[in-house]
């Protein structure tokens, strides 16, 4: 048995970045990390590398990649598996909890799950990689038209499989959290699933925390993370990334199925990383669905956020609400792609869709690009994209009650990244993500 | 106390003040009047220190210092108030903490210790019987939702926490009801010392009954044209402007 490795997959991205991709002496290297791979998986492994040479590394002539320039970001030998991984200490994964925070925690250092003492028993809704990818229905369903996604199904390091069962609720909430700490330029990818079963619910927080302080090595992240949310189920799924803004890049996509009166409930705070893509895919497939998706992000230095979505409304009676909120600072850059599809069968849908943005600078980009495809004529949909400068008249305001400017503008920015923050229900975490951005927006009282 | 000198002042390159003078001792309170648009709101913002403006000539002095000079903030940690004649909505920034944190940075320069939240709720609890504010705004976002008479209101309670120097009120009377316009004169009245100053823009002669003024201006076109007691202020409600913009324009023909 035999699975590709790190050698193919530098192979790989150096052919991709060329954009005439070779892996003409593809050697099959034996890899202990995979012991019980099964044909099925090798077989989807090998036809996703197919897949990854035919499609190539895309470049920003790509529309969906036009101001992502990723091929640059990965221009580097990458490793796959660090040779001398730091232990972590008890202390660094504590530095990385959510102060208060009752919940079931994963933890991946540098890709692969290590254990974290305290809770690492109480895992029946975890199950093994090896037998997920052998026994889950991953169709290799995108990865024909995705690079990325066959990238990581090709090549992926470890993932949790998040199995809810039917008419149950997970107790508290699952904490994934995933560490990189790395001598070495790290090319991680995880894949998950996370199946939520009818009538259940689930609370999961995914962070992505970078703790190495060698700045002259980079961490590129590629994940994917496969939902279901059965009839009736919901799920509230928050994800946050914060430090390195300098060396981390990391491409999230989330392709999520709803299933009949669903509710998908996605909150995602952005303030590390210094190129981050998230794609988040979400289908509805029975009626009474209700998705809703929230982005906040505070960007510095040149560090450069790319947010896509899609909702496609396949069927009728469902809502959608997205709100994507964001703070550009120095050379910073963002993207917001939002597509909404509302397919002829999908009437009576109500899909709601608003990004604004502030930028604090001349030299902060965004390009926001609101995408409506409607195809039923009983539909309530609406979007609204703004990016302009701070509100000056509130600033002068403020001002003029004795405020000093750097405070009255850290107060406005507050108030400007409330309406997300509002929406995180767990009180620890809202609290945590509060105080980092308090902390970043340099509030000193 | 205050002390404008042959103020002119310009917004997109459009003249708007056009050489104003005048005098605020501490202890007075001076009424503006005059007719839409002859740059009233300019004058407050100028003092104010809003940028749009450009200041092209003249001087302000207050107590002592260049008042043109100083960063919007300074001004009012140096005692200057303006009332809005349009207060913002502010979504997201609670008016509690709002006005906490202004009192606190004021109080911070005149070198007192900032107020706890104890302290701080009794204070305002204290102001509210002398506005009385529905204390329901407080716990809202920053004028957000008010309206329009509350929104005035709530500045004469931010001025009553403030205790400024010397007060701009900006057209507050607008858009009150005959109760609050009693309620905020009483306020006004109460605050008032020997050692602090008043200017009062209005347009309606009824809040000068509440709140007798020392002196009243009217401005047209961008300068002071005409400067009475109260009885300046009766005369304009008979008259209306057009008697004494004519004897302007006559003898600035002549
Ligand atoms: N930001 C601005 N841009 C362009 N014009 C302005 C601006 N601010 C004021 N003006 C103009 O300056 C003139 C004076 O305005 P101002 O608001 O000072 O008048 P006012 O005396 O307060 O009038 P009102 O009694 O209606 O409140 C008006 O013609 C107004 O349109
Ligand atoms: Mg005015």
Known sequence: MATPCEADLNNALAGGVEQYFQIANFEIHQDEIFLENSDRYIMLRKSAIAAFETLGIPSRMSEEWKYTNVAKALKRAWVQFPLKTEKLTENDIRSCLIPGLDAHILVFLNGIRVPFTESDSNHEVVRDFGEFISNSNVSPMDNESDAFDALNLAFANDGAIINIPDNSVLDKPLYLLYISSHDDNLFVQNRNVIDIGKNSEATIIEARISLSSNNDFQVFSNNVTEIRCANNSNLDHYQFQIKGQSTTASINKYLVKQEADSTYTSTNINLGGQLVRNNVEVVHEGEGCETNLSGLYHLISDQHLDNHTLIDHKMPNCNSNELYIGILDDHSTGVFNGKVLVRKDAQKTNAFQSNKNILLTDDAKMNAKPQLEIYADDVKCSHGATTGQMNQEALFYLRSRGISKKLAQTMLMEAFMKEVLDKIKIEELKNFLTNILELRLNISH | ?254
Do not use: C
């Open chain 2, 1 to 254: 106390m205050l002390s404008i000198n042959n103020l002119k002042a310009s917004v997109e390159n459009k003249e708007i003040l056009k050489g104003i003078n005048l005098e605020v001792k501490k202890g007075e309170v001076h009424a503006i009047m005059g007719p839409n648009g002859s740059g009233k709101s300019t004058l407050a913002s100028v003092l104010a220190g809003r940028s749009e403006y450009e200041v092209t000539d003249g001087t302000v002095n207050y107590l002592e210092h260049n008042l043109l000079d100083m960063e919007p903030e300074e001004r009012a940690k140096e005692g200057l108030f303006l009332a809005f004649q349009y207060p913002v909505e502010i979504p997201g920034v609670n008016t509690a903490t709002f006005l906490r944190t202004s009192l606190n940075e004021i109080r911070e320069h005149r070198g007192q210790e900032p107020l706890n939240g104890a302290d701080f709720l009794k204070l305002m609890k204290n102001k509210m019987e002398v506005i009385d504010i529905d204390k329901s705004l407080i716990s809202r976002s920053l004028n957000e939702g008010f309206s329009g008479g509350e929104k005035k209101k709530a500045e004469i309670f931010q001025m009553a926490l403030l205790e400024p120097t010397l007060a701009v009120m900006d057209e507050t009377d607008s858009g009150l009801d005959i109760d609050a316009l009693k309620v905020v004169a009483a306020g006004v009245n109460k605050l008032k010392t020997e050692n602090n100053a008043v200017i009062i823009i209005t347009h309606y002669e009824r809040l000068l009954n509440y709140i007798v003024p020392d002196f009243v201006h009217i401005i047209f076109d961008g300068k002071i044209i005409k400067t009475g007691g109260k009885e300046l202020a009766l005369t304009l409600e008979e008259k209306g402007y057009d008697w004494i913009t004519n004897e302007h324009v006559a003898l600035s023909n002549a």
